[in-house]
């Protein structure tokens, strides 16, 4: 048993590049977020999808784009990369509104 | 904005002594939840309160909830070094989002 895992771990783009973050679990969770983590801060939830083929718009989700085509697969899309977007990226699931279950998270770095 | 804060933003303190963070929120909730974060990894949660309860307790983790105040606070007994970890609430709310937010976290350190 997985859990939640993430690929990749570590990326660095350049200002204007792609990328998709893929988040997966093998728990059979309805729930799926994407949240991400900013220096000496919480974690703040970027989309989230309460099933196979849902999203929902989290507090930040400008310059992100989601899709969930597969239940236990949440990817996570950046068309234009921004240096602001240089965060750390968790992955979580659940399968209710209570314990979520969190990914080793994503580290990346947009130049 | 973060729907909980948590205080001390960090804390400093020898094994052996207990730990209290506290989180405040916004808005009516359903439950809340605590998470620990070790450096470099994802959160692992460890308790949740729901909105009834009072008092919650967990091996050595003990957690109060006051609705009127709005407010938790996190008790770590007898701490150990290996309790060093941020620590972090998180709330649902009553809008049906299905979604939680996290507050900005406390760091705590055990000094061996």
């Known amino acids: 048993n997985a859990g939640v895992t993430q690929t990749p771990k570590f990326r660095v783009l350049k200002t204007g590049q792609s990328m998709t973050l893929l988040c997966a679990q093998d728990?059979?969770?309805?729930?799926m977020y994407w949240y991400r983590q900013d220096p000496g801060m919480g974690l703040r939830l970027i989309h989230y999808s309460v099933g196979e083929g849902t999203t929902a718009k989290g507090e930040v989700p400008d310059g992100y784009n989601v899709s969930r085509l597969k239940k236990q697969n949440f990817l996570l899309g950046l068309e234009s990369a921004a240096p602001s977007q240089t965060s750390v990226y968790f992955c979580?699931?659940?399968?209710?509104?209570?314990?979520?279950?969190f990914g080793p998270g994503t580290r990346l770095t947009v130049l | 904005s973060q729907q909980g804060e948590e205080d001390p933003q960090a804390l400093s303190i020898q094994e052996g002594e207990n730990a209290t963070m506290n989180c405040s929120y916004k808005t009516s909730i359903n439950n809340l939840q605590w998470y620990r974060q070790n450096s470099g990894r994802g959160l692992v949660h460890l308790i949740l309160?729901?909105?009834?309860?009072r008092e919650k307790h967990s091996g050595r983790l003990r957690v109060t909830l006051d609705t009127s105040k709005k407010s938790s606070s996190l008790l770590i007994t007898a701490s150990r070094a290996a309790d060093t970890a941020s620590y972090f609430c998180a709330t649902d709310d009553k809008t049906g989002r299905r979604a939680l937010t996290f507050g900005s976290g406390t760091r705590l350190q055990v000094q061996p």
């Open positions: 979580a699931s659940s399968d209710s509104m209570y314990e979520q279950f």
């Open positions: 309160i729901r909105s009834n309860e």
């Open positions: 728990m059979n969770h309805e729930y």
